[in-house]
């Protein structure tokens, strides 16, 4: 039906230039064969129904023009025809942007025009493409023209006319001196729910090696051209460490269970070799001859060496709590570099980069005493130690864009130690997981992440069966579900959609929600009273505050001004059971132990009625039971955990009861159904996980299985009739920053 009615609109784009006459509109990494009816990127089809499918044909016949909503309407629906315009407009380009992979906030390719309609911005041109869809050269990938401008863009080239496409550059990187700002190239395109999961950049700067949900891929940068290179069995790249040769890697290949071991793979073929078992994030020595990686369950991991030859691994560094990040050697190949954290509660984990040298003789208690490089809040993972001693890194950005990273530069001295003070090499949205440069510094590599967490709404029948689930919240920002209102007619929810994350409430069928909580500071879980009358929430505190304190405070859902209810430190969740029950808990982070407590939403905090003790409590997911008569609880499966133990702690006194749950299965949250006498619980997976319905026997029942998406939370409304979902999509792409 698609591809008949693009045959259709063939006459609408047909006119009398040669370009007219083409049958395929190429631009970035995509080919539009109007023919077929058909979007492809690097060769392989990509879904598009009829309406955005539109769009896009409306949108390339005037590229770098304002396409007018009302353009849009009349070519999409007849004179006639009765339809809710704004709303489906804005889903059909909604659509759209998820199959190019494209933002609202950063576009590439669609730019929202305030009050007028879209902008198409990426070159276009007609003819075929080099037979996998890219582009012959790198300098042709999708860049923002002078039509899309913003005042903290800085010029690549005047002569080319083409912008820098997105971020701030303060300083040349490589050469920090000289005025001109590097040019950055989007060098990939994969649409949302298929983002790239590593990528790296050759010794020699030719190749980019990276990964995504339907294979591995080496692309020639400066022509485009990309070959898939098979992996063994059903495994996907994780991480990826070029060595010097500029041939070989080390993948971290995992699978569905989320371990992952080391292999060896040559870009010129052949069958791959593993390397080390139940391991992940490598890095290739500078001669070739060693790889350092992380290994250990989750919270019990160390650093360590081994040779690739076959010597044995040894350890050299990590205690029991350690999260470590990127890895990254010293250009003579002696020492190491490593991001490493303790586990917080809270938005900020203050991190720390540490240099150890490899090969000196460990101390009496045998381990190696490394150096502390940089200690600083919202320090992120990924690591590269280029060929002039510098370290580059990525750091998470204040509120209110705290989800955010960017890319930052420290050259060290012989000491280890900054000899001069951090530079920013980049300002935009997303969060930087991978970082990679090349062995003359001229191009560095960066894989950026945007999550987009939404609300979807699912209608529960008599007999447990869910409806399949619809986006309600249609906004390109995060979006957390966290109650309903009593009547079960609207979700409320918290969104950082004005910068800032605020408490809003969104009926069903409404494209604009109404807000409730906001102001300057961010605020989190926004629950009802147990009468339904006060929304209960938590101000967050500066991530540089140690002190930590949370305040929890109440507003009339009618409206009203906000007051105090408790404050703690730190007020990690809150829940209320539902009239006629009355009582309301509280919990706060404390070391290796969570504390209980109730209070009243006027009256304050009450008494204390449970501590958690535990090595990792701050790890625990609890909920109370609508009727208010027990809390449910569980750490999932964490270290030296087999299986899974859902805690029921009745509140009258009565013994404790578990529910275990056998096998691989391991939970993500859970909520108690409205009846109380069941449980929601997502299961644990980077997508296509599962939504149970675990009931307090312990029968399992898988009620939705989301495809491309994971579902992370799901709250019932009063009734039961409903569920509002927390539903997570990532959009990830590699970036370059090159010399110009």
């Known amino acids: 039906m698609e591809n008949n009615r693009a045959r259709v609109l063939l006459s609408e784009v047909a006119g009398p230039s040669n370009f007219s006459r083409e049958s395929t509109r190429r631009f970035g990494v995509f080919e539009l064969d109007l023919r077929a009816g058909e979007l492809r990127r690097q060769g392989r089809k990509v879904k598009l129904q009829e309406q955005p499918f539109q769009v896009l044909l409306q949108l390339l016949e005037q590229p770098g023009e304002v396409v007018t909503r009302e353009q849009l309407r009349n070519r999409l629906w007849p004179a006639d025809t009765f339809v809710d315009f704004d709303h489906s407009l804005n889903a059909a380009i909604r659509r759209l942007r998820d199959a ?53 863009w800085i010029a690549a080239s005047a002569a080319a006319a083409v912008l820098v496409l997105f971020g701030l550059v303060l300083g040349f990187w490589f050469a920090p001196r000289e005025a001109a700002p590097p040019r950055v190239s989007r060098l990939t395109a994969n649409p949302v729910n298929e983002p790239v999961r590593a990528a790296a950049v050759s010794h020699d700067g030719r190749y980019l090696a990276f990964s995504d949900e339907t294979g591995f891929y080496l692309r020639q940068i400066d022509t485009g051209e990309t070959h898939s290179v098979p992996l063994p069995g059903n495994l996907l790249a994780n991480s990826i460490s070029w060595f010097p040769d500029g041939v070989h890697m080390i993948l971290a290949l995992g699978g569905e269970n989320g371990q992952s071991s080391l292999w060896e793979l040559s870009a010129l073929g052949g069958s791959a070799r593993k390397l080390v078992d139940d391991a992940c994030c490598s890095a290739v020595s500078p001669n070739g001859r060693e790889v350092a990686f992380v290994a250990g369950k989750a919270l019990r991991e160390r650093v360590w060496v081994t040779g690739v030859d076959g010597t044995p691994a040894h350890e050299l560094v990590g205690e029991d709590g350690d999260l470590f990040g990127g890895l990254a050697w010293s250009p003579d190949g002696q020492k190491l570099a490593y991001t490493t954290a303790k586990f917080s509660y809270g938005d900020g984990v203050q991190a720390a980069i540490n240099v150890l040298d490899v090969h000196t003789t460990k101390t009496q208690n045998g381990t190696l005493q490394p150096t502390r490089v ?71 590599v960066y894989v950026k992440g945007v999550p987009e967490p939404d609300v979807y709404v699912a209608a529960l029948d008599s007999s447990g069966a869910l409806s399949e689930p619809q986006r309600l919240t ?58 339904g009358t006060q929304v209960l929430y938590v101000v967050y505190p500066n991530w540089e505050d140690s002190n930590h304190e949370v305040p929890l405070m109440r507003v009339p859902l009618a409206g009203g001004p906000p007051h105090e209810v408790a404050r703690a430190n730190w007020i990690n969740n809150h829940q209320c059971a539902r009239a006629p029950a009355t009582l309301c808990v509280y919990s706060v982070i404390r070391d290796k132990e969570m504390i209980f407590y109730t209070f009243d939403p006027f009256q304050g905090t009450g008494s204390k009625i449970l501590e958690l003790k535990d090595e990792f409590a701050q790890l625990y997911n609890w909920s109370l039971s609508p009727d208010g008569s027990m809390l449910a609880m569980a750490r999932g499966k964490w270290p030296d955990q087999e299986g899974t133990r859902i805690r029921l702690v009745f509140l009258n006194g009565a013994p404790e009861k578990s529910i275990n749950l ?68 990532t959009s990830a792409n590699v970036w370059m920053l090159e010399r110009q």
């Open 100 to 152: 190019l992979g494209d933002s609202a906030e950063n576009p590439t390719f669609v730019e929202t025009v305030a009050r007028r309609g879209y902008r198409f911005l990426a070159p276009v041109s007609p003819g075929p493409g080099n037979g996998n869809g890219a582009l012959h050269t790198a300098a042709a990938l999708p860049a923002v023209g002078s039509v899309h401008r913003r005042n903290w």
């Open 374 to 444: 940089l200690s600083q809040y919202g320090l992120g993972g990924p690591l590269s130690w280029t060929a002039d001693g510098s370290l580059i890194y990525a750091v998470a950005e204040p509120r209110p864009r705290q989800f955010d990273s960017n890319l930052w530069s420290v050259h060290l001295n012989r000491q280890n130690k900054p000899d001069s003070a951090p530079v920013r090499l980049t300002s935009d949205q997303g969060a930087v997981f991978s970082i990679s440069v090349s062995g003359d510094r001229k191009r560095l």
């Open 662 to 729: 056998s096998g691989p299965l391991s939970l993500e949250s859970i909520d108690w159904a409205a009846d109380s006498k069941s449980l929601w619980a997502p299961t644990i997976g980077e997508k296509d996980n599962e939504l149970l319905q675990i009931d307090l026997r312990g029968n399992v029942r898988t009620v939705w299985r989301p495809k491309n998406i994971k579902v992370a939370w799901a709250i019932p409304s009063r009734d039961g009739r409903k569920l509002a979902l927390h539903v997570d999509s």
């Open 474 to 531: 249609l906004d390109d920002r995060q979006d957390l579900p966290f109650d309903w209102t009593p009547d079960g007619k609207q979700v409320i929810f918290v969104s950082d959609r004005t910068g800032t994350f605020s408490a809003y409430r969104q009926g069903l069928g409404q494209t604009v929600p109404e807000m409730v909580v906001g102001g300057a500071q961010p605020v989190g879980q926004s629950r009802l009273s147990p009468d």
